[in-house]
């Protein structure tokens, strides 16, 4: 008589589908709400471009006047308007003139070469030999 014992088997705990897919799902809804927190951030600290492709018109200068309404000035190409804004519309309120154009100047100064440069700080330290 051939007696075999078997020894118990201990069942390995299995991973369950539903606490990987929950596990899976928290991880990726943290990383969308920390990703929409960065760009809210950006946007508030200004380092989000506010200006469109189009730089003939600027606002060059802004006053509130409550909490949503403003007076602004704004440059266009020939005129600076004064627009006053609200939350349900924009009235055209003056026409200003155009802003002078800064005068270029016909020749920069010519920037010193390298030697130039070296030469003007040996002599300053008053190691020239």
């Known amino acids: 008589?051939?007696?075999t014992q078997q020894q118990p088997v201990t069942p390995q705990p299995a991973i369950s589908t539903g606490?990987?897919?929950?596990?899976?799902?928290?991880?990726?809804?943290?990383?969308?709400?920390?990703?929409?927190?960065?760009?809210?951030?950006?946007?508030?600290?200004?380092?989000?471009?506010?200006?469109s492709g189009n730089q003939t018109l600027n606002i060059s200068a802004?006053?509130?006047l409550g909490q949503r309404e403003r007076v602004v000035i704004v440059d266009v190409d020939d005129a600076r308007l004064v627009l006053g804004?609200?939350?349900?519309q924009i009235t055209h309120l003056h026409?200003?003139?155009?802003?002078?154009?800064?005068?270029?100047?016909?020749?920069?100064q010519p920037k010193p070469d390298f030697r130039q440069v070296l030469q003007s700080l040996m002599k300053g330290t008053g190691k020239n030999k």
């Not at 804004?85 to 349900?88: C, L, S």
């Open 62 to 64: 802004s006053c509130s």
């Open 1 to 3: 008589m051939n007696t």
């Open 19 to 51: 606490s990987m897919l929950t596990q899976v799902s928290g991880v990726l809804a943290a990383i969308i709400i920390l990703i929409l927190a960065c760009a809210w951030v950006a946007k508030r600290l200004g380092f989000a471009s506010r200006r």
């Open 95 to 108: 026409t200003l003139p155009a802003r002078p154009q800064p005068e270029t100047t016909d020749s920069p």
């Open 85 to 88: 804004v609200t939350a349900h």
